[in-house]
């Protein structure tokens, strides 16, 4: 079983930054494609950026390419996203989930494991 643990979120400002963590615990963390996804309240849960297992592969939403980074450390079982131009638009829960069996994915279906999330508001 993989445990995932969100950390990182917080108030931020617009035009600000926020940077994400997530360390996985219970398997073997390389082995899996990592993504970032989110949900705003009323809406549903979207894909932000996804990343393959030794880092070379990162997938983004459009909206969010250019702004957001995401990025892995293997030593340390953590996969980051660094937000920068925060907008309040970016207000929401995101989750960081493990994909075991598949190649790196926008699709939130093919993640097998997710984390319980962290809370992120953007202020004007």
């Known amino acids: 079983q993989v445990q995932l643990v969100e950390s990182g979120g917080g108030l931020g400002q617009a035009w600000g930054s926020l940077r994400l963590s997530c360390v996985a615990s219970?398997?073997?963390?390389?082995?899996?494609?990592m993504g970032w996804f989110r949900q705003a309240p009323g809406k549903e849960r979207e894909f932000v950026a996804a990343?393959?297992?030794?880092?070379?592969?990162?997938y983004y939403a459009d909206s969010r390419k250019g702004r957001f980074t995401i990025s892995r450390d293997n030593a340390k079982n953590t996969v980051y996203l660094a937000m920068n131009s925060l907008k309040p638009e970016d207000t929401a829960v995101y989750y960081c989930?493990?994909?075991?069996?598949?190649?790196?994915?926008?699709?939130?279906?093919?993640?097998?494991?997710w984390g319980q999330g962290t809370q992120v508001t953007v202020s004007s």
């Open positions: 989930a493990a994909d075991i069996r598949r190649g790196v994915s926008k699709n939130l279906t093919d993640y097998d494991y």
């Open positions: 219970g398997g073997t963390f390389n082995t899996y494609v």
């Open positions: 990343i393959s297992r030794i880092g070379i592969t990162k």
